[in-house]
């Protein structure tokens, strides 16, 4: 089944912003776009692809897909994408990364090529391909540790090609664990502040509730932007 995409454009002069609608877009240079886009738009955001660097500048955040992390950083210089985004990472905007995405905003790579760079943020250390080769793939369970309201339960996590975080800085939260087997223990997902990363690829499935995780930050990051505050309930007093 084809998805409609649509490319990111700046708001109109004058415009006011569309607060309930973030406009959230997936690098799409190499991965596997599609599915993350559908994700977020059945979410109620405004899912697009960034291929260009003017299209960097119109986005409220960034999901940087699975798929070959190398490739990916390649692309990411060739085209010219690097510098925008590590700009706009600096600066705070949100970001999401599976799989080979949590490679590219690692700020270390345990067995990374000599010449493979990542945009960073996440103080952690990754490593490529820990699980295995492709016929490695596997699905399991995992206990995570949600943030918005009305998540709760376990996800099942497809990891394929995965990596794991051999190394996490003291402000990096750990969100999940694998849970059992030869790697139980090893952490596959985290979040520091509004960057957010999973070994695993929730996209391939129907269940949206980490995606929803990641939109949650958006949108309050979105708030603190435009420096709206949610006015706390005051008692009545005689």
Known sequence: ????????????????????????????????????LAALTALGA?????????????????????GESTVMD???????????????????????????????????????????????????????????????????????????PGNTGTVHAVFIRAPWVEEAGPDVQVLARVSEGQAAGRIVAVRQGNLMATSFHPEVGADRRIHAEFVSIVREHRLQQSGARQSPEREDTA
């Open 74 to 148: 390649k692309l990411v210089r060739a085209f010219e994408l690097r510098e925008p985004l590590l700009r706009r990472l600096a600066d705070g905007m949100p970001a999401y990364g599976s799989c080979a995405g949590m490679i590219m905003l690692a700020d270390r790579i345990a067995d990374g090529r000599p010449d493979q760079q990542t945009l960073g943020g996440l103080d952690i250390t990754v490593r490529r391909n820990a699980f295995g080769r492709q016929v490695d793939s596997f699905e399991q369970d995992l206990d995570y540790a949600w943030s918005t």
């Open 1 to 36: 089944m084809s998805t409609t995409t649509s490319t990111a454009r700046p708001a109109p002069a004058g415009a006011a912003p569309e607060q309930s609608k973030p406009r959230i877009g997936v690098l799409a240079v190499q991965g596997d776009v599609r599915e993350h």
């Open 46 to 66: 405004d899912a697009v692809t960034v291929r260009r660097p003017a299209e960097v500048e119109a986005i409220d955040a960034l999901v940087i897909p699975g």
